[in-house]
């Protein structure tokens, strides 16, 4: 009988980490085959090694999670809530959410994020376009339509980010940015020849000489993995895509990354790695950060990149600031009493409703 029973558990699939487990599925990092339990435990691990070795919270920390509801932030709240709590970090977690106002698909990934607060008890704040800009991306596609809609989008959700975490008085703000993302941004930096945000694109830790530092705890976790992740343990988390971003330039870089994956799954984790070993010239003239004259937010202009453009939007001119920051930035500032008028009008309109926020 023992004999008989040697080679079926000789031929079964086995994890490859415990041995005794039926291997449930290969890892897209390693190509191991391991079984469940295993595959939890060797991803909350190296999240917790990334975190450890990079120094990237302090104990009594306040940090706000960016959620929106997709897999990454969600998988990123309930992973970074069990690591606080299991190696005791010390830190307040708190849920960010920015409400871009996308009718059928903000609104809906935001209920999501409702159900995440009460799941993982932790609090949430939701910071809106309308509130901050006067603004909604549904208006904004309006006014521009479906070339430009990114531009807008992905510079006021950034200094969105910054004003929901200086109202909750965070130290640091983490993102779910993962290496299939981190790897998209090299190769889109290296197309754009943007030498500015290739130097630091692989950084974990951003924004430092900002308002509020930014953390990347998931830089070197695959994308497919918190799929997996997420789908076994049975999270709860929104899967469609935005409505207005089907064409963006970033969707081609993607599933150039997917087909070298395909072909090597190192190739995602060695591109990161061609990233931080990049050397910037010395002769390399790189941007000075200041500050915008208007609403006071980090800006290597006189103006930010969303003070331009909301004054092209309010000017009904929306294409206004799409180019040059520079030229638009003179002409924002040009003289006349009809100039400071709309100057005055855009400041309100970026303090909006929660008051004028000091970076």
């Known amino acids: 009988m023992q004999s008989a029973a040697a080679p079926t558990r000789a031929g079964s699939r086995l994890c490859k980490r415990c041995g005794e487990r039926k291997a449930a599925l290969k890892r897209p990092k390693t190509l191991e085959q391991i079984c469940r339990e295993c595959f939890y435990i060797v991803f909350e691990d ?76 932790l609090p949430l704040k939701i910071v809106s376009y309308k509130d901050l800009y006067d603004w909604t991306m549904d208006d904004i596609v309006k006014a521009i339509g479906l070339k430009n809609n990114c531009t807008f989008c992905g510079v006021f959700r950034r200094q969105a980010l910054d004003r929901g975490a200086a109202l909750l008085k965070v130290d640091k703000i983490v993102t779910g940015h993962n290496a299939d993302d981190i790897a998209e941004t090299v190769l889109l930096n290296i197309l754009r020849g943007d030498i500015a945000r290739l130097s630091r694109c692989t950084f974990i830790t951003t924004g430092e000489d900002g308002p509020i530092p930014r953390c990347k705890p998931f830089k070197y976790t695959y994308e497919k993995e918190i799929v997996m992740y997420a789908y076994f343990k049975k999270l709860d988390y929104f899967s469609t895509e935005c409505i207005y971003s089907p064409n963006a330039y970033r969707g081609f870089a993607r599933e150039f990354i997917k087909d070298l994956e395909r072909m090597r799954p190192r190739a995602i984790l060695d591109i990161i790695t061609s990233g931080e070993n990049f050397r910037i010239s010395t002769t390399t003239r790189m941007p000075e950060q200041g500050t915008c004259e208007r609403c006071g937010y980090i800006s290597s202009q006189k103006l930010c990149k969303a003070c331009v453009l909301l004054d092209g939007l309010n000017r ?29 009008r855009n400041r309100l309109s970026l303090q909006g409703k929660h008051g004028n926020l000091d970076f």
């Open 46 to 121: 190296e999240i917790h090694q990334t975190i450890v070795d990079n120094n990237l919270f302090k104990a009594g920390e306040r940090v706000a999670i960016g959620a929106s509801g997709g897999k990454d932030s969600t998988v990123l709240a309930y992973v970074l809530s069990e690591l606080n709590k299991r190696h005791k970090y010390g830190l307040d977690l708190f849920l960010l959410s920015i409400d871009e106002g996308i009718t059928g698909y903000r609104d809906d990934s935001l209920e999501t994020v409702k159900r995440n607060e009460l799941q993982y008890g």
């Open 316 to 344: 009904g001119l929306p294409k206004l600031g799409i180019g040059r920051t520079a030229k638009v930035g003179a002409r924002a500032d040009g003289s006349g009493e009809q100039q400071g008028k709309r100057a005055e």
